[in-house]
């Protein structure tokens, strides 16, 4: 289970606000306290660390790409720094003011499975965070795709489709569900490394869940044939 995961520095787009000093952030970075998830998990927070796909940033930088401004993203910043989730990676002197330059410790962060253990004092608290952090970030994401026009909700043509959001209930067995989760990481696999200069290329944004339910049959309508996709 991951709460971010960004592609490697070779996969990256090109960026003319990469630092002069080359740093390599590591390739995955395990929480492993409730104070560390707490402050990756934030859909605001989020937003900003994904602005580090194409490198280091400014305090400065960020603002202007987030539409607003350096003073409500102090308190961020330093947050993820204090956790080690944000590190200073160059520094200069502008109009002699230090300005700091930040990247990620790593592309993906994974929380300890510890933290979400039911016999754990922080799983009443980890899990739902968890899980709230990343269905609100999903949800903003698709609101800002709708607003900007890149998602079209009124679009049902299967054939052209670029966009699907689903909630579904599927009756498999243990090995059935364990293929299925294996063939979907495949399928990620194949197309997260894919490279693409074709007009209309751009990055797609997903956020999954598959999991044992406590139903213990499908409903009805299921039964027949009919899916529940939207």
Known sequence: MKIVELKAKEDRMPDNNQAEEQYEPAGEMVLNNLDTLKALADPFRIQIIELFLNGPRTVKQLAAELNTTPTKLYYHINLMEEHGILKVVSTRVVSGIIEKQYHLVAYSFRPDPALFSPSGEMFEEGVPLLVSTLL???RRDIMRGIKVGLIDP???????RTTIIANNLLLLSEDQAHSFIRRLADLM????SLESSEPGTRVYGMMLAVYPTIHTSLP???EEGEGTNE
């Open 220 to 222: 009805k309508t299921k």
């Open 136 to 138: 609100e970030h999903t």
């Open 189 to 192: 696999k194949e197309f997260g």
């Open 154 to 160: 009124t679009k049902g043509d299967d054939d052209h």
